[in-house]
Structure formats: structure tokens, C-alpha cells
């Protein structure tokens, strides 16, 4: 046993593919233990917050101001307001109204915002606009307004009793604010998703449900799979046949559809996430229960098995000592692809909406579910479901490097 | 010649047994489960509606369609029937749309998709995958890879990566469905090439996921045979290079064939689900869309189809393999 391990973690591939699991699974584990509280939690008033460090504004008007002079700041500034898309749009607009095409420049960032500041009227309906373009040129220029400015801006509180504004601070284009000491700072390393809820946790939380739900219908598969194979291998007979029967029956009809039938009868509200792990288990013993038989029909035979039965050993005895060592090997890598073909089908069960109840916990299915409902990959959000697949393909790729890595060390037939 | 007969014999009886197999799941499975299936049903197409003869109506008439008033056994004979008379019952998402309507025109887009994806993923998989193991340095180092890369990615996985590069950023192709949502299914031209343009993106992301599997099997299989001992004794002999490859890829082939009747069901559940990211109109949108609306007849149905779709494929891959393996013949004749 001991030669064997150390056989088995000289394995490169093998090593490399144990490192990634043990760090996913670890941190599926870790993780919960230092950042407690609901993984769930809804946090943000809207959909799909981009990835970045959230500052709050009244915080930041009232924490210590820093004045730096940094010489590109005006460049940024208008950068991010007027990108390509932006300055194509003012000139569609500026053509639309009657300027002469030559004479606008979309380069030249101060003469493009002169002449729009000239020419642009946001109540002017020009032909052929529709009414939420107009609305779009109408905020496009609330946003460039002042871009050029080198004016401060005027914080002012109002008096209850009066409603007249005193004026408080005038904060300077070249005044900053250190992040590390405004006392309300989020950051969202992964944004938020459909919901608002933090996708680092959220994601975390439902690695760990989704390797939940694989070992579960992993472990029923392998065992139930690895029972009824050393049954009908060793006993043979009409309880071979049976189970040959639906063995071949099973093989053939898609395990996909059974699971769509199961699911959807069981209904939304019983689906719970080990309902759904148990309900994969279930559907997928077959390929295991076919190879332990076929190995154990090569078995039965053995000298060893033979001289184990004259010695009246029980049937029970024989089987557990005499053969299950010799598929052991199997039955671990078996268990391994059951793993990660279980934590595939409850994605794809999602996906069509036959997961786990979507209230109260998240799985990677379920992620890739509602960032596809709400049509993230479509509109560029793709912190919703990119984190997702890369974690689901990174399992998959782990479990099968384990897989392969083993495979190398017990058939040595298999190595170039 | 009798030893095919033997062989299809056999084949075609397992092909009837699971096909009737499949019929009981699918009929026991719903009603195996606690609660009245068809009091579940009438609530939710009563949702909204105050009048209770409303409800009772609705009520009579799904339990005349399903039978539930009878025996189970008689339930089993009249969904026998209803199957084979093409009558799934009515939609509860599209009423009054037929089931069978619905299942008829998106089984088209399905089969469209899937078999030619499948075909052709299949055979420039097993191409790659020879070549990788012939070839070798380089080639071996550059396909492989990519191989288990696109076969560690859930097929959903990789046809939302594909969307986003190829549909959203590069705008090469739509974003979604079958056809221009501007136009109605005909055989115009504008039509045709509509449909042509939207075909192209989830054809080539499931002929990807289909080529990752393949070629991984095929090199493992030629790696295999090329080792084998007929290989070297046809070497020692001086059997030139080509007819050598010739043989051993013949040979390599043949549990590729097998593989493919094997890993049909999978694949497919797979497809359907990736053609879900494309909102293609086949049966995967079908699904979805039935399970979103609560519509079980229309769950059934196509579960069903797809079910009798993988066995009828399973059955013909075999019948192919029959007559291109010589060890069948000898095998079923003695």
C-alpha cells in the first residue's frame, strides 16, 4: 500500500492534477472559515456591478484630502468619458444636424467638444432618431459637460429651516483622497452578479456545494456500481443476468434524459442539492457495474480465488479479500471520473432549469443558469460566467490529470 | 451471411427490448413520483382562474388524456397508443398548440445540427488523433493539448466562449436562433442563407466539443496498435511503412465505432444543452422552455424523442460496425 502511494505521487501528472484539486477543494473549505457570513447575501442595488474597489462618495468627501500634481490627469479624465464609441456618436449626431462632415474631427478632443458644445441642443428631435437615442445623446452630454473644466467642485450643505445652500469645501481637479483611510472601501475582485450579490464568495460557496453534489453521486455511483458488478461477476448465474440486463438496457438509454425526467417529476420544491446529487448517482453506476463484472469474470478463475474457496472461505470472505483488491485500482479511478461527471450533469441540469432549488444555495450550474437568463454573455458581463466555467473546467482538467496519472501507474502497458 | 443475420438478429432484438424499456420510463417515472400528477398540472394551468367549474373541466380533461382514472396497466396501453397515434396531448406554454407540432418542428432543427457535428467532429477527431500518434514530435505536442483542453471544457462551457468570440466581439455571426428574427421559415433564398449564417456557429462548437474526445481515444487506440506485435513482425518482414499504417488504423477505428455508439447519449445531452447557449429552435430550446413553463406534456414528449433519436443512432452504429469488423462474422458464426 505504502509502495503503492509513493508509486502513484511520483506520477507527475498525476501530482499536478492532485495540487489543483487539493487547492480548489481547500479553498471551498478555507475560505468560509475566515469570511463568515452569508455567501448570498444581496448586496448590490442592481445587475452585473463590474469588477473594481468601491468607494463610498460621502465617505470620500470627508476623508482627508491629499493634493497631487500628476501630469496626465485631464488625458484620463476625458479618456474614460469620450472613447471611440462615444466620439463616433457625437459626430453621427453632429452630421445628422447639418455640419459638414469635413470639419469634424474626432481626434481632436477640445475643437470635437467645441463645436458639439456650440451646435447640440438635447431638446432638438432630429428626423429619424428614435426616442431613446435622443435620451442617449442627452445623457452622453451631461457627461462630457465640464470635461474640460479645470474648476473645482462645490460641496454644499442646505439649512433645513430655509433650504438655502451654504457652501461647505470646494474640492480641487487635483485633489485625491487615500483609499486606506476612508473608512467605507468594497471591493468587488469579481464585481456582482445578476442579483447583486458578491461573485467571490458567492463562487466560493458554490464550488464547494458543486464538489459537494460530485462526491455524493460519485459515491453512490461507485458503490453501487462496484457492488453490483462484484455481484453479478462472482455469483453469476440468472443474478448476473438481471443485472446484465439492465445494465445493457441502461447504457444505451441517455442517462441525461433519465436525469431530465427524474428532476423535473421530483418537482422545484423537493429539489434540494443533495436531492439532485443523489438523484446523478443514481443514473450513472452503469459504466462502473460493467467493468468491475467483466473484471471480476477474469478473476473468478484465479488459482488464488480457487484455493480460497477450498479452504471454505465464505463467498462474502472471498469477495472482499481475494478480489476487490485486485479492482481497487479501478474503482478509485472510476471514482475520480465519477466525481467530476457528476459535478458536469447537475451544471448541464441546471442550465435547463432542473438544478437544485435556486433560493438558498449556489452552484456552479446554477451561476452559469442566471448569468445565461439574464443574457451576461451577450451585453459583455463576462465576470458572470467566465470564473464559473474556468472553475468547472479547472476541476474537470484536475480530476482527469489524477485519472490519467493513475492510469499510467497501474497499466504499465500504457506508458511510451 | 448467417452470421450476420445472427448478429443483426440480436442487435435489433436489443434495440426493441430497451426501446420498450424506454417507453416504461418514461411513462412510470412521472407517476412513480408522490402527488397527483394531474392536480399538479391543473393548478398551474388554473393559476389565475377563479371559477372552480374551470378547474374541474381542466381537471376531467387531463385525466381523460393521461388516463389516471384507470388501472396503471390500461394507463400503459392508452400512452402506447397516444405515442404511436403521434398524440402527446396539448401544450400548456404554447396552447392550444399540439405537442407533436412543436416536437416536429424544432426534431428538424435538431437533427440538422447534431448529426452532421457529430459525423464530422467524429471523424476529424479520429483523424487528429491518428496523426498525433503517428507523427508524433510537434504535432502530438500542439494537438494534444488543445484535445484535453476542449475536452475538460463543459460542452456549455465552450459554446459560451465560442458566443462571446465569435458572435459579441467579433460579430462574425448572430448572437442567437435559428434564422433572422425578421423572417418567416421558407424556401426563399434570403431565408436560406439567414439559416446558413446562424447554422455555422453552433455546427463548429459542437464539432470542437465532439473532435476533443475522439482524438484523445483515437491516439490512445493507435499509440496501441502501434505497438502491437503484428506491427513489428510486419516491420521485420519489410511490409512498407503505408500499408502497415493502413492496417493499424483499420484496426484503431474499430473501437472508435463502438466508442461513438457508446458516448451517443452523452453527447447529445450535451448538444442540447449547448444548443440552449445559441437559443437554436431544436429540441434542447424545447426543453428549456418546457421546463421553465411547467409544460409536461411537452417534457415527456421530447425526452422521449431524444430518447428514441440516441437508440435508433445507437442501433444503426451498430449495424455499420457489424459489417465493417470481420471478427463479428467468424465470432457469430461458429
Known amino acids: 500500500m505504502k509502495h503503492m502511494l509513493q508509486q502513484v505521487f511520483h506520477s507527475p501528472k498525476f501530482v499536478v492534477g492532485f495540487i489543483i484539486f487539493m487547492s480548489i477543494l481547500l479553498l471551498s473549505v478555507i475560505y468560509p472559515i475566515f469570511v463568515t457570513g452569508d455567501p448570498l447575501v444581496i448586496i448590490g442595488k442592481g445587475t452585473f456591478f463590474e469588477p473594481g474597489i468601491y468607494v463610498n462618495v460621502v465617505d470620500g468627501i470627508d476623508s482627508q484630502l491629499y493634493s497631487l500634481s500628476l501630469p496626465d490627469v485631464a488625458e484620463k479624465r476625458i479618456a474614460l468619458k469620450l472613447g471611440a464609441t462615444e466620439r ?39 428626423p429619424g432618431m428614435t426616442n431613446a437615442r435622443k435620451n442617449y445623446f442627452a445623457r452622453l452630454d451631461a457627461s462630457i459637460d465640464n470635461l474640460l473644466s479645470t474648476e473645482g467642485i462645490i460641496i454644499a450643505s442646505k439649512d433645513p429651516s430655509t433650504g438655502a445652500l451654504t457652501e461647505e469645501e470646494t474640492i480641487g481637479q487635483s485633489q485625491y483622497i487615500n483609499v486606506n483611510r476612508t473608512s467605507n472601501v468594497k471591493v468587488l475582485p469579481l464585481g456582482t452578479d445578476n442579483f447583486g450579490r458578491d461573485m467571490v464568495p458567492e463562487l466560493i460557496s458554490a464550488i464547494g456545494t458543486s464538489l459537494k453534489i460530485g462526491f455524493i453521486a ?37 442517462s441525461f434524459v433519465l436525469l431530465i425526467l427524474i428532476s423535473y417529476s421530483i418537482g422545484q420544491e423537493q429539489r434540494g442539492a443533495v436531492t439532485v446529487a443523489v438523484v446523478i448517482g443514481f443514473t450513472s453506476w452503469v459504466w462502473t457495474c460493467r467493468a468491475v463484472r467483466s473484471q471480476v469474470i477474469s478473476l473468478r478463475n484465479r488459482d488464488h480465488v480457487n484455493l480460497s474457496k477450498l479452504s471454505g472461505h465464505s463467498t462474502a470472505h472471498i469477495i472482499i479479500s481475494d478480489i476487490l483488491p485486485y479492482v481497487a485500482s479501478y474503482v478509485v479511478m472510476a471514482f475520480i471520473l465519477q466525481i467530476s461527471s457528476g459535478i458536469l450533469s447537475e451544471a448541464g441540469l441546471s442550465i435547463l432549469g432542473l438544478g ?39 476541476i474537470t482538467f484536475s480530476m482527469n490529470l489524477m485519472n490519467t496519472g493513475l492510469d499510467l501507474v497501474f497499466n504499465p502497458t500504457l506508458r511510451d | 451471411m448467417k452470421g450476420y443475420f445472427k448478429y443483426f438478429r440480436n442487435k435489433f432484438f436489443w434495440f426493441v427490448v430497451t426501446l420498450i424499456f424506454a417507453f416504461l420510463l418514461n411513462f412510470l417515472l412521472p407517476r412513480l413520483m408522490p402527488g397527483d400528477p394531474v392536480a399538479a398540472i391543473t393548478a398551474k394551468i388554473a393559476q389565475g382562474s377563479t371559477s372552480i367549474e374551470t378547474v374541474k373541466e381542466v381537471y376531467k380533461e387531463y385525466e381523460q388524456l393521461f388516463g389516471t382514472d384507470k388501472p396503471i396497466s390500461q394507463q400503459f396501453v392508452l400512452y402506447v397508443r397516444n405515442v404511436f397515434n403521434g398524440d402527446f396531448g396539448t401544450s400548456f406554454t404554447q396552447y392550444p398548440r399540439k405537442v407533436s407540432s412543436i416536437i416536429g418542428s424544432s426534431l428538424g432543427w435538431t437533427l440538422a445540427l447534431q448529426l452532421p457535428a457529430i459525423l464530422v467532429g467524429w471523424i476529424i477527431g479520429n483523424v487528429l488523433g491518428a496523426l498525433a500518434a503517428y507523427v508524433k514530435k510537434g504535432w502530438d505536442k500542439v494537438v494534444m493539448p488543445v484535445a484535453i483542453f476542449v475536452n475538460n471544457l463543459p460542452a456549455f462551457g465552450l459554446a459560451v466562449i465560442m458566443l462571446v468570440i465569435f458572435a459579441v466581439q467579433l460579430k462574425w455571426f448572430p448572437t442567437s436562433g435559428g434564422y433572422g428574427f425578421d423572417l418567416i421559415p421558407s424556401f426563399t433564398p434570403n431565408f436560406i442563407k439567414s439559416v446558413l449564417v446562424h447554422y455555422q456557429l453552433p455546427f463548429w462548437t459542437l464539432v470542437l466539443i465532439a473532435i476533443g474526445g475522439q482524438a484523445i481515444g483515437m491516439r490512445s487506440m493507435s499509440i496501441y496498435e502501434l ?64 421546463v421553465m413553463g411547467s409544460d409536461y406534456p411537452l417534457i415527456s414528449a421530447a425526452t422521449l424523442i431524444v430518447t428514441m433519436m440516441v437508440l435508433a443512432f445507437n442501433f444503426l452504429i451498430e449495424i455499420i460496425y457489424g459489417l465493417i469488423d470481420p471478427r463479428i462474422k467468424a465470432a457469430q458464426s461458429d
Open chain 1, 88 to 126: 463616433a456618436d457625437m459626430k453621427e449626431w453632429l452630421v445628422a444636424f447639418g455640419i459638414p462632415e469635413a470639419d469634424i474631427d474626432t481626434e481632436d478632443t477640445e475643437a470635437l467638444l467645441n463645436i458639439w458644445n456650440q451646435n447640440y441642443d438635447s431638446k432638438l428631435r432630429l
Open chain 1, 218 to 254: 460519485g459515491s453512490i455511483a461507485t458503490l453501487l456500481g462496484l457492488v453490483l458488478g462484484l455481484v453479478a461477476g462472482y455469483v453469476g448465474g440468472w443474478v448476473d443476468d438481471i443485472i446484465l440486463f439492465v445494465t445493457n438496457l441502461f447504457i444505451v438509454i441517455p
Open chain 1, 356 to 394: 437544485p432549488k435556486t433560493s438558498d444555495v449556489a452552484t456552479l450550474g446554477l451561476m452559469m443558469n442566471w448569468a445565461m437568463i439574464y443574457s451576461a454573455h451577450i451585453m459583455g458581463k463576462w465576470w458572470a460566467y467566465f470564473p464559473v466555467i474556468i472553475a468547472i473546467a479547472l
Open chain 2, 227 to 290: 505497438n502491437a506485435d503484428y506491427v513489428k513482425y510486419a516491420r521485420f518482414m519489410g511490409v512498407p511503412d503505408g500499408k502497415i499504417i493502413g492496417y493499424v488504423f483499420r484496426n484503431a477505428m474499430l473501437p472508435q465505432v463502438t466508442g461513438l455508439a457508446l458516448a451517443l447519449g452523452t453527447m447529445v445531452g450535451g448538444s442540447l444543452v449547448a444548443e440552449t447557449i445559441f437559443s437554436y429552435p431544436g429540441l434542447g430550446s424545447t426543453i428549456l422552455s418546457a
